[in-house]
């Protein structure tokens, strides 16, 4: 099963990969504050917010209706009154978690997991693709690694956006694919949350040799993928990136 699961960062209007990933997802949810920049991608821009929703551009009038998320969570600090009101008017539920101790990423998974039982899918692996989440304030892109290493042992979570996608690759040997290798995208392994992690790794310009990679030594970034599949065998948990172009 897929969730697409959008966090509060500008969302373009006509971005392929958002509406391939909307397409193909069981369940889509916005975290509080990205509400709104779903509703704005595909309403006018130039409409003043107020306690009714904004006009429709008129040639997305039936393109919006087709973005409506199942469900929107968090402790609504940030979503508008006229999003929340146009969204529930076309059956989207709301779920307001008032608990200040959690991010509304955390707050996202946690409801997400209550989902998985409503809807009998405890049998099938849950794959949660977080979108918009890196770029902009470096305090959020921080807070969405943090939940990436500390759910993403647990759960199959990817941090993407149009530039690239992030995710854990637990202690052991994990093989990625990449199709797209021959143009070259950027990639790096990084210790994040571990003191250092001693690597090798197949698939890259640039291997590592059993080599310690750590924020205060050597670390693998701007690498580039040499074949398909790449193998990085590591001590510890890593975060791997790489662009997606």
Request: aromatic content about 8%.
């Amino acid at each position: 099963r897929l969730v697409l699961l959008l966090l509060n960062q500008p969302l373009k209007h006509a971005d392929s990969l958002f509406m391939s990933l909307w397409r193909r997802a069981d369940l889509r949810i916005c975290a509080d504050g990205a509400a709104n920049r779903l509703y704005d991608s595909f309403h006018s821009p130039t409409a003043t917010p107020s306690s009714s929703p904004k006009p429709l551009k008129s040639t997305d009038s039936d393109t919006a209706e087709q973005y409506i998320p199942d469900g929107i969570c968090g402790d609504m600090d940030s979503i508008r009154p006229d999003v929340s009101q146009y969204f529930a008017h076309r059956g989207t539920e709301i779920n307001h978690v008032r608990d200040q101790d959690t991010t509304d990423f955390m707050k996202c998974l946690n409801w997400i997991d209550q989902l998985q039982v409503r809807h009998g899918w405890t049998d099938s692996a849950m794959t949660v693709i977080a979108y918009g989440n890196l770029g902009g304030r470096l305090d959020q892109t921080m807070s969405s690694l943090y939940v990436l290493f500390n759910f993403g042992a647990s759960k199959q979570i990817y941090l993407a956006n149009p530039e690239s996608i992030t995710f854990l690759l637990p202690k052991g040997k994990n093989q990625i694919e990449c199709d797209w290798y021959k143009s070259q995208p950027a990639c790096g392994i990084i210790p994040l949350g571990v003191s250092s992690a001693t690597v090798t790794t197949t698939g890259l310009r640039w291997n590592l040799d059993n080599t310690e990679t750590s924020f205060n030594g050597l670390l693998s970034t701007s690498n580039i993928p040499d074949a398909p599949e790449i193998v990085v065998d590591t001590s510890e948990p890593v975060i791997w990136t790489i662009e997606l172009k």
